[in-house]
């Protein structure tokens, strides 16, 4: 069994269902300390972080990354139990192993070799490490970001272990997300006896021509690397349950994935924003809208993507494409005081999905990658 296969499964078979991390950071801490990181440990609320950096001058490699794990769903659904790794056929399964055990666990042995054969290497590296990021993500890795921020830390390269691969490992870097605007819609009826409509306001009829305005919007065309702004509901409630009764009002839940601006092409919050606000006061609708943003991030090519994607090529076989597709991640963070930040680990088909796992002869290279990567930046 492989360094990295076995701290893997140690940090498996804590069961952090998030925000709770259960030990998994100290495992790694006590990793970390022999080689000389200065470890901070940053509790926020509930929430347990930590800094670890090795080195004080630049550039910075910093990798980023969560303890936490989504719940499991069914027990009995799972072929094995979710916090008992256990390999079967090729595989590691355990709740975790691909969402993102397996990239701490290869951040930390990628390191051990590295230093052990570069102990004089140059630059410095950095963990940035939070039990914060499938929950509400407010007190993760936002406030270490904030702490560095204020001290004016700033990082050179950034390598988040999310899995990214698509079809196999390797083919898939992330180098950017797309911004996340979601809005809560009211619309204001009134409220009545549904035969008596000469009596009554409808607020689902009369938000149903805005609705229809909004879908066949084309908010923008995208750019070179992200694709065209969409525009989803996800959720609509109205009524009181009683088939007689015009409810008094209808709430709309909607998010946009947007493209963000660049070289004059794609959109910003504000921009969606007042376009939103204007559709809805066309159709002259009494309503209040509450508004949730998540920023998005680019890293154009660079030193960062030219190395990693050359470590992908030798350590996995494959010549990675460059994508943006996907949810949020904590990239959209760090990248407010880091200007190349990536994301690169495992196969995601799994994860957050019963029987979650990942490849055991995927675990080495991706080791050697992050191992590669380091060596190409810092020597």
């Known amino acids: 069994m492989s360094k990295t296969l076995?701290?893997?499964i140690d940090l498996l078979n804590r069961q952090s269902n998030t925000p709770d991390d259960a030990g998994c950071q100290e495992t790694m801490i006590a990793r970390l300390e022999p080689l000389g990181f200065k470890i901070e440990r940053m509790r926020f609320g509930n929430v347990d972080n930590f800094y670890a950096r090795r080195g004080t001058e630049s550039p910075l490699l910093v990798f980023a990354g969560h303890t936490d794990v989504v719940p499991t769903g069914p027990l009995d659904k799972w072929h094995t139990p979710p916090f008992e790794p256990t390999i079967k056929d090729g595989m590691l399964y355990a709740r975790g192993a691909a969402d993102m055990k397996t990239s701490l666990a290869a951040f930390i042995t990628s390191i051990e070799e590295f230093i052990a054969e570069n102990p004089e290497h140059k630059g410095s590296i950095g963990l940035l490490i939070t039990s914060d990021e499938e929950g509400v993500a407010v007190d993760g890795t936002v406030k270490v970001v904030e702490v560095l921020k204020n001290r004016n830390e700033l990082i050179d390269y950034c390598i988040v272990g999310e899995p990214t691969s698509n079809k196999v490992v390797g083919d898939m870097i992330k180098n950017g997300r797309r911004g996340?605007?979601?809005?809560?819609?009211?619309?204001?009826?009134?409220?009545?006896?549904?035969a008596y409509p000469h009596l009554v306001k409808n607020p689902i009829h009369l938000v149903a021509p805005a609705i229809k305005d909004m879908v066949e919007t084309v908010w923008d065309?995208?750019?070179?690397?992200?694709?065209?702004?969409s525009w989803q509901i996800s959720n609509m409630n109205g009524g009181t349950g009683a088939t007689n009764v015009v409810p008094g009002e209808v709430e709309i839940l909607f998010n946009f994935r947007f493209c963000p601006e660049l070289n004059g092409a794609g959109?910003?919050?504000?921009?969606?924003?007042?376009?939103?606000?204007a559709i809805l006061d066309t159709h002259k609708l009494e309503y209040t809208l509450d508004w949730e943003y998540s920023q998005p991030y680019i890293t154009p090519r660079g030193n960062l993507v030219e190395a990693i994607s050359r470590a992908i090529e030798k350590c996995y076989g494959v010549s990675p494409e460059l994508s943006t597709t996907g949810g949020t991640s904590d990239g959209r963070f760090i990248a407010d005081i880091c200007q190349q930040v990536i994301e690169f680990g495992p196969l995601n088909k799994t994860i957050?999905?019963?029987n979650e796992c990942v490849g055991v002869a995927d675990i080495e290279p991706l080791k050697d990658t992050y191992k590669y990567t380091l060596k190409k930046l810092l020597s």
């Open 6 to 8: 076995e701290l893997a």
């Open 180 to 194: 996340s605007l979601s809005g809560k819609l009211t619309v204001l009826g009134l409220q009545g006896h549904i």
């Open 221 to 229: 065309e995208g750019n070179e690397y992200f694709p065209p702004t």
């Open 267 to 277: 959109s910003t919050d504000a921009n969606l924003r007042e376009r939103v606000h």
């Open 352 to 354: 957050h999905k019963l």
